[in-house]
């Protein structure tokens, strides 16, 4: 008896495995973009942020005309 001689399914059953498991995949590869889209986002807007404090920081000045430490 030889195993491999007869698929597993017919062909045309297992056509639609086949694209549920391409939907499945190509659903999961959308839905990391998007998550890594909005953790960079995210991470655009805070270092937006420590960048306008920092010059906040480095740029403001006392009366004297020295800088604050």
Do not use: C, N, W
Not at 7 to 20: C, H, I, N, R, S
């Amino acid at each position: 008896m030889i195993l491999g001689a007869a698929p597993a399914l017919p062909l045309d059953e297992a056509g639609k495995y086949v694209a549920g498991a391409y939907g499945v995949f190509v659903t999961l590869i959308l839905v990391y973009v998007v998550i890594m889209a909005a953790r960079l986002q995210r991470i655009e807007r805070e270092l937006g942020a420590l960048a306008e404090l920092a010059e906040q920081r480095l740029g403001r000045r006392d009366g004297t005309g020295e800088e604050h430490r």
